[in-house]
């Protein structure tokens, strides 16, 4: 049989496989037990160089997860993920990132992943990580049960990326970042710490409408009337904002989390469904807007 050579012919490969057998067994299809998959799907497919060690080592502040050969056994592969990391969905994504790593990359060398690697889901950052990032997406979270869960979403909040976190055992900032992926809707989500704007990622339709931060390029601070910048620490707060403090000469709907990766807090920017305006700062030719700097005003 054909192997697939894709992101997405892996994931749906593994899903189908893990749906199948689900449905014979009588249990639920979500959320997905990666470790239990990375063991028996390696094992028989790749019967000479099978995952064979899933386990948490203590890997510093830097990194959340690697992938890389067994120490005790020859030809043999570990996943790893940094056993500080508390948050279930955190875990599961980095277990999957791993696996897709294996799937797709492996090479005999160990592949080590930082929190940002988890965050690249533009390949201008990086193709082996936004490829580890798109098997995980589409093996955790299936377009088809995804579509089912998030088609009534018209202005969700953030609260509203709760059930979807608990479905499919992923992080919130995972669930907002596929529907972003998805979506018609102009949407950002804006992650930021100490006052200023660490990342950003927004949907295709508002990326063409002109909107996007250069965050990466430049030091940018939070808007001072945003909810991200307001000394409120109560989750899942929301406000319609009028033009002047995310956008110019547009109001944006916020809903903000305050705080899934220790210090920091999400923004999940929600404009409206037409472009007033274009407002892209000019960029050098040589400037590429990434998953880090899809927000200019």
Not at 37 to 57: C, K, M, Q, W
Not at 184 to 192: D, E, G, K
Not at 253 to 270: A, C, G, N, P
Request: net charge negative; hydrophobic share 40%; glycine share 6%.
């Amino acid at each position: 049989m054909k192997l697939p050579t894709t992101p997405d012919g892996w994931a749906v490969r593994v899903s189908s496989l893990v749906k199948a057998a689900r449905e014979i067994q009588g249990l639920p299809r979500f959320p997905i037990d990666v470790a239990a998959i990375a063991r028996d799907y390696s094992r028989n497919v790749f019967p000479g160089e099978p995952i064979t060690l899933v386990h948490g080592e203590a890997l510093g502040e830097r990194f959340e997860g690697a992938l890389a050969p067994n120490p005790k056994a020859k030809g043999e592969w570990g996943i790893i993920y940094n056993s500080s990391i508390k948050s279930k969905g955190r875990i599961n994504f980095t277990l999957a990132h791993e696996l897709g790593h294996y799937l797709l990359h492996r090479q005999g060398e160990p592949i080590f992943c930082s929190k940002r690697d988890m965050w690249a889901w533009d390949s201008e950052y990086g193709a082996r990580e936004a490829e580890a990032n798109r098997f995980a997406s589409v093996l955790l979270m299936p377009f088809d049960d995804f579509r089912v869960h998030t088609e009534t979403f018209r202005r969700p909040t953030l609260s509203d990326f709760e059930f979807l976190r608990d479905r499919y055992e992923v992080s919130v900032t995972a669930a907002i970042l596929k529907w972003l992926e998805m979506t018609t809707r102009r949407a950002m989500l804006v992650v930021s710490k100490d006052g200023f704007i660490d990342w950003s990622w927004g949907s295709t339709p508002l990326f063409k409408s002109g909107v996007f931060f250069r965050a990466r390029q430049e030091t940018i601070a939070i808007p001072e009337r945003s909810l991200a910048a307001s000394a409120q620490t109560v989750p899942n707060n929301s406000v319609q904002h009028p033009p002047g403090v995310w956008h110019p000469v547009e109001s944006v709907f916020e809903s903000v989390l305050f705080s899934e990766y220790h210090d920091m807090s999400l923004s999940l920017l929600i404009y409206s469904g037409d472009a007033i305006g274009r407002s892209i700062i000019e960029m050098d030719d040589e400037t590429v807007p990434d998953t880090f700097d899809k927000f200019s005003v």
